[in-house]
């Protein structure tokens, strides 16, 4: 939308672009930029501009540099008016709404006329260096209801990000990866998995603008880089007044939600808090589709201090501190059984950050943290009331570390440049042991299933007790199995992880060609020690008169080990950690390299925007994870490589008369290549090649929203296709035939009408036999490559419906809203007996009120 007074011709040339750089790379860029010029499109240097942010009244000053170049840093999303003059021209006014975006604006001043120009978000088009990713503006962080009570961020990612499979209790897995995924928030790089049972997510509470980027890496990221989610928190500079909110609500499972923020500052100095709690019955994804043992809770607080040295130098501090408690939650079998496992997470997080601004074309930023998470799992108080196994773990992650990065933009170069420097210590220890004597039974009874028998300790002792040998039995494990006078095993240990990484890049702009020239290192000092040099290499070339940019990449990247109980999955040989817990295979984790592809376009039209990505990654060292014993202990593995293809495709609507909305349509396929080489294996070797448990063909999301009027009430209805994960458990019939009856009816196992329960297992089927939430391979066609068993289709709805101001009195405001969450009440799975995190169910229908005071 664009409304003219008194608008000279000239006016007309004024052009909205992204600045390159936020979606270029992770560095520093101006949230708002541009140049003044004259009528002849010269520069205006020493034109006078004013930044008004329009809730508050506050301004920032500035004069144009000798290229008539302006730069406004760290600002806070919302409404902002742009005024500038200069001596004998006229002067300009532009609204303009900032969502978390850079903006860059061309600013022409007649003779003598004056403009006002309303800049809408609709009329930005993007830079022909942005690669696929995905802005999740301020409304959609608001306001799009979780599938997670318990990470709500990742919630976020999944349901408006392509590429993206939902796993359960806060996982995701990025573009056919395991967990290849950064957090980037305020420029501090967090690498380490972030779903819940690992570590505590930054809460959507403290979070303006969050960006997600899905195309080839830039040389600045490194290590994990299929997905790189670029985060910036909230800031109470130019607020004047404290402002912020007081939100409570309530919803099924008894779950209670309370948070509030407050921010307040000047122009110089800003100030944001924010602490929020949940309480819930469901707290984690259930293993049945009851809940059972399943509370927990949890407690966020944030701290953010800014305080402007000069007029180019910005000091930030920000400041964290997490806590979580909840049950595992049990099988109908382990809750017969009274057990009581429980685990708690202790988070805490520290980050000063420098930002310095040299002029409009170059900026600078250094970032310094210290980031801790503490993990304690606690077993029942009964060590035969944990099922299959007997688990106590303590672990902790320390992180600390330094990023410098250096921005420059001047005429067809965009440069970025900097290092970065990571120190992680690691701490382990655990205590497991068997109390199942059917998990690792060396025989078969008469029905096919594993023996209770625990007299017999080896397969050859089977037929004289008039059972058969069971084939998957892991001699290994005798040792730690208690029911066949076994003893429980303890583990400690401890090691510390150097990181090195220099950056360099280049964007060179040649008419409507562009090139991309970087190149980064790595080096990398753990359990064992490499390096590598990884080129990033890329075309794009923009077509005007389609508004279109297509784009082609190629990436080196080198991969490191997941830190989480890496020391015990680095041991190998006889006597090792690995060994005495009766791995199959152990070896020493190491680095991988991988060789990745990139193609794509982006279409912006004045309501609408496309994308779409190709994607190619060959990976010689995969990473992969094990469970031991059906238990929340992980353990990385690595295999001789993988390869992952898929393609991404995302339509958004621009708001327009009160809608706005998207489209995300996916597809990935995984694939590992055996044989194993690095960490540790409970489970039979892979065959040479199969899809793991995070691959899935197909995802599709679908958000319509609709604001009725300006104040008015608001929707927001989302829709989720999920083709299905991978099921490795489950490859055939006679495996099925199996298992528990607890396992079989959780899968929904029937012959004929006839429904498999806990008590009464179905051992044999005459007739058809099938699985409601599991597809499997009709007898005789399953290969673990072309054609695997999958979790079933999955289609839910998700609703919200609110008000933001149903009372209110000059800044103040009563707002209310209504989720739910799985309207249709789907009955499915995330996963089953899944190799890194057992069963899960999806969220039956919850419904959530809340109540929200703004002032």
């Not at 603008?209 to 600045?220: I, Q, T, Y």
């Not at 042991?433 to 397969?459: I, K, M």
Request: proline share 5%; hydrophobic share 35%; glycine share 10%.
């Amino acid at each position: 939308m664009i409304r003219m007074r008194h608008t000279s011709a000239l006016a007309l040339a004024l052009l909205l672009l992204f600045d390159a750089s936020l979606h270029a790379q992770s560095g520093i860029t101006a949230a708002l930029s541009g140049v003044v010029t004259d009528a002849t499109g010269a520069a205006l240097p020493g034109a006078k501009l004013t930044l008004t942010f329009v809730r508050s009244g506050a301004e920032r000053k500035q004069v144009a540099g000798p290229d008539g170049g302006f730069a406004f840093i760290q600002l806070t999303t919302g409404d902002y008016r742009l005024g500038v003059e200069a001596a004998g021209f006229g002067s300009a006014q532009q609204a303009v709404s900032y969502q978390g975006a850079p903006i860059h604006l061309m600013v022409p001043l007649g003779a003598a006329a004056s403009t006002e120009v309303t800049v809408s978000a609709t009329d930005i088009v993007e830079e022909p260096t942005a690669p696929a990713h995905v802005l999740i503006t301020p409304e959609e962080i608001d306001r799009m209801p979780s599938q997670s009570v318990s990470a709500p961020f990742s919630s976020l990612i999944t349901m408006t990000t392509p590429g993206v499979s939902a796993d359960s209790n806060g996982s995701f897995h990025p573009l056919g990866d395991h967990a290849e995924a950064s957090f980037f928030v305020d420029g501090q790089p967090i690498t380490d998995q972030q779903s819940r049972t690992f570590s505590t997510q930054v809460s959507l509470n403290t979070l303006q603008s969050v960006d997600v980027r899905e195309g080839a890496p830039g040389a600045d990221v490194g290590d994990k880089t299929s997905m790189i989610i670029a985060a910036q928190t909230r800031s109470g500079l130019d607020q004047r007044r404290p402002s912020g909110t007081l939100q409570l609500s309530r919803g099924s499972f008894y779950t209670t939600n309370a948070g509030a923020s407050l921010g307040f500052g000047t122009e110089r100095f800003g100030f944001f808090t924010a602490a929020d709690a949940v309480n819930s019955a469901r707290f984690l994804d259930t293993p049945e589709a009851v809940n059972l043992h399943a509370n927990g809770n949890a407690e966020n607080t944030f701290q953010r201090f800014d305080y402007r040295l000069t007029d180019k130098t910005v000091l930030q501090l920000s400041a964290s501190l997490s806590h979580s408690w909840f049950q595992t939650p049990n099988t109908f079998d382990q809750q017969t059984l009274g057990q009581n496992q429980r685990q708690t997470i202790v988070s805490f997080n520290v980050a000063p950050q420098l930002v310095h601004t040299f002029n409009d074309h170059a900026f600078h930023r250094i970032n310094f943290w210290v980031r801790q998470d503490k993990v304690r799992y606690r077993p029942s108080g009964d060590i035969f009331s944990d099922s299959p196994a007997y688990l106590a773990q303590a672990r902790r992650l320390t992180n600390a570390g330094t990023r410098t990065e250096f921005t420059y933009t001047h005429g067809r170069h965009n440069i970025v440049a900097g290092g970065e420097y990571k120190h992680t210590f690691l701490t382990e220890q655990f205590a497991t042991g068997l109390t199942d004597p059917t998990y690792n039974s060396p025989c078969l009874g008469p029905d096919g299933a594993p023996s209770s028998n625990t007299t017999v300790r080896h397969p050859s002792q089977c037929v004289g007790a008039g059972l058969t040998s069971n084939a998957d039995y892991l001699p290994g494990l005798l040792p730690l199995d208690l029911t066949r006078g076994g003893s429980i095993y303890s583990f400690r240990g401890g090691t510390d992880i150097k990181q090195l990484a220099l950056f360099g890049q280049d964007f060179i702009r040649m008419g409507q060609l562009q090139l991309k020239l970087g190149l980064r290192y790595d080096k990398y000092n753990g359990m064992v020690s490499t390096s590598g040099a990884q080129p990033r290499l890329g075309m794009t070339y923009g077509v005007q008169r389609i508004r279109t940019t297509f784009r082609g990449d190629y990436s080196r990247v080198f991969l490191t080990p997941y830190n989480e109980n890496l020391i015990v999955a680095s041991s190998d040989g006889p006597g090792s950690p690995s060994a005495s817990l009766g791995a199959s295979g152990s070896h020493v984790l190491s680095t991988a390299t991988r060789n990745q592809f990139n193609i794509g376009f982006t279409t912006d039209l004045k309501r609408i925007s496309f994308s779409g990505e190709y994607l190619w990654k060959f990976t010689y060292g995969a990473y992969d994870f094990d469970v031991l014993l059906n238990s929340p202990l992980t353990f990385p593995t690595q295999f001789a490589k993988s390869k992952i293809d898929g393609g991404l495709v995302r339509v958004t609507l621009h708001p327009y008369r009160g809608f706005a909305g998207f489209v995300t349509v996916s597809h990935t396929r995984s694939r590992l290549f055996g044989p194993q080489l690095g960490g540790v294996s409970f489970s039979a070797p892979y065959s040479n090649v199969v899809r793991p448990d995070h691959d899935e063909g197909l995802a599709m999301n679908l958000n319509a929203r609709y604001q009725f009027g300006r104040r008015g009430p608001w929707i927001n209805a989302s829709y989720r296709y999920d083709g299905g994960l991978v099921s490795v458990a489950t490859p055939d019939i006679p495996t099925v035939l199996k298992l528990s009856g607890d396992e079989q009816q959780q899968m929904g196992l029937h012959c004929g009408d006839v429904f498999a329960t806990v008590s009464t297992p179905i051992r044999s089927c005459d007739g058809a036999i099938r699985a409601t939430r599991i597809r499997i391979p009709v007898p005789g066609t399953y290969d673990a490559d072309r054609n695997p068993s999958r979790i079933a289709v999955r289609n839910t709805v998700d609703l919200s419906i609110g008000k933001d101001d149903l009372i209110s009195h000059e800044k103040q405001s009563l707002g209310v809203r209504l989720d739910i969450v799985n309207l249709n009440n789907t009955s499915a799975l995330y996963n089953y007996l899944s190799t890194f995190s057992g069963t899960h169910f999806l969220t039956p229908r919850t419904g959530t009120i809340a109540i929200r005071y703004t002032f």
